[in-house]
């Protein structure tokens, strides 16, 4: 069995705030598949987005290993950071506020490519940036558009083309569907698992939404207060609860589904 492309062992996030020290993240351990879908789930402050953060080396105050594809992120060269800032990326919850709306969405996809040289000459960056838009399920025209004369879905499918189009083989999505209309969650999540399959992309969803991580995630954390509380399959998790945290948000989302439904 391959190695798991990123495997953390006791990871701990702090923040300091007037003073006191705020322990977001304690004592996490976990591994994230290649090829397959990390679900991470739990209620809002549990941690989630510090997680994350640590994880793609975004915070500061944090303690133990990160180790993407044996190397740990977290004490690296600046040629090796520089080159981890390529192959892992992060897609955000704000689809809008992740974008410069001065830039074009082709503009902003062919800064990244000259930045991380994946494409130089101007024909060749037209090309990716064609390639990219379709991939995403966008014509190749919406180069020419600020983000703003875009919906929230294309929004979010330039974020996830800008992420990926420099050979990311790593994606964080921090709630990436949880600004969007319900009628679009979908079809994001769809073009996700998508791309997980056909560019091999090893990914990890952050959410609360426990029936979106029976549809998507192959194993999946529960966070609580900090702590992982619950790890392993997904399926199993889900279908077999063992911690009282778990089995609390599980019911508390199939109430939550029964009132939708009108129940
Ligand atoms: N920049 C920060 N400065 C100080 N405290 C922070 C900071 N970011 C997060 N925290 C605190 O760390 C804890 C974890 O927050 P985090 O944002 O990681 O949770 P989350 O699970 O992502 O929540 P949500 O579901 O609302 O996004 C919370 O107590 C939060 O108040
Ligand atoms: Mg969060």
């Known amino acids: 069995m391959s190695t798991p492309l990123l495997q953390v062992e006791h990871l701990r996030v702090t923040y300091r705030v007037a003073r006191r020290k705020v322990v977001a993240v304690q004592d996490a351990s976990f591994v ?11 209620e809002s ?4 987005s510090s997680l994350a953060r640590a994880i793609l080396a975004l915070e500061d105050q944090v303690s133990g290993k990160v180790l993407f594809d044996g190397q740990d992120v977290l004490r690296q060269t600046r040629a090796a950071r520089r080159e981890f800032r390529r192959r892992a990326q992060m897609v955000f919850q704000d689809p809008l506020g ?3 709306p001065r830039l074009k ?3 902003a996809l062919g800064e990244v490519l000259r930045v991380h040289k994946i494409a130089d000459s101007r024909a060749d960056v037209q090309a990716q940036i064609a390639r990219w838009l379709t991939t995403v399920g966008l014509d190749p025209a919406y180069a020419d558009r600020f983000p703003h004369e875009l919906s929230g879905g294309q929004r979010q499918r330039v974020n996830i083309a800008r992420a990926l189009c420099v050979g990311a083989e790593f994606l964080v999505a921090d709630e990436p569907v949880s600004a969007l209309d319900v009628s679009v969650q979908a079809q994001i999540l769809n073009l996700l698992q998508t791309l997980q399959a056909d560019c091999g992309i090893t990914w990890v969803l952050i959410g609360h939404d426990l029936a979106v991580m029976r549809h998507m995630a192959d194993d ?3 966070m609580q207060a900090g702590e992982i ?3 392993g399959p997904a399926a199993q998790i889900l279908e077999n609860p063992q911690h009282p945290y778990t089995r609390a948000l599980l019911a508390s989302a199939s109430h939550l589904e029964s009132a939708q439904n009108g129940l």
């Open 105 to 107: 969405v082709g503009a």
């Open 32 to 42: 994230a598949r290649r090829g397959r879908c990390l679900g991470i789930a739990g």
């Open 45 to 48: 402050g549990s941690g989630k």
């Open 229 to 231: 509380v619950e790890s």
């Open 98 to 100: 992740s974008l410069n």
């Open 220 to 222: 999946l954390l529960i």
